[in-house]
């Protein structure tokens, strides 16, 4: 029986994904950087039905950011490449990929008029699926307003 298989070249807009965004909260930088540690740890949601999926976030250098599902598994996300409370959280790893991708994620804190301004840049490079930077744009617009909703509470 003879084999057969298709090819064709990538561009780059196949193989990168770029993300950025500015979130603006009202509240202290320090509670802000307090809330983006819960959200993208133990008070993760996933899914549009914001289902909760707990994380493991290790707030420092060379810290493990992962899915602990009990009994040694799980599926790790990335590493605190550099961490500056309050001002810098950068993460690196495969994220929620699980193919030949790197990504680096770095949240970017200042004080602004009136509360924080968080920018958020996310890098991928690797084979990345079109329905994928669908979702992950759409995941990140989540998380964030999650974010900015948990540190404006705490402000109260």
């Given at each position: 029986m003879a084999s057969t298989s298709t090819s064709r070249e990538m561009s780059v807009s196949d193989l990168m994904l770029q993300i950025e965004e500015e979130i603006h909260v009202n509240a202290p930088i320090a509670m802000t950087f307090e809330a983006l540690l819960e959200q993208l740890g133990p008070e993760q949601k996933a899914g549009p039905n914001q289902d909760p999926m707990p994380m493991k976030i290790e707030a420092w250098p060379g810290g493990r950011w992962y899915r602990d599902l009990g009994n040694n598994d799980g599926h790790l996300w990335g590493h605190v490449q550099a961490i500056k409370k309050p001002t810098l959280l950068e993460i690196c790893?495969?994220?929620?990929?699980?193919?030949?991708?790197?990504?680096?994620?770095?949240?970017?804190?200042?004080?602004?008029?009136?509360?924080?301004?968080?920018?958020?840049?996310?890098?991928?490079?690797?084979?990345?699926?079109?329905?994928f930077k669908i979702g992950v744009t759409t995941g990140w617009k989540m998380i964030h307003e999650r974010i900015r909703k948990a540190a404006e509470a705490k402000r109260k």
């Open positions: 790893g495969p994220l929620m990929v699980s193919s030949s991708v790197s990504n680096n994620v770095q949240y970017r804190l200042t004080e602004v008029q009136g509360g924080t301004m968080i920018k958020f840049h996310h890098i991928a490079m690797g084979i990345i699926p079109e329905n």
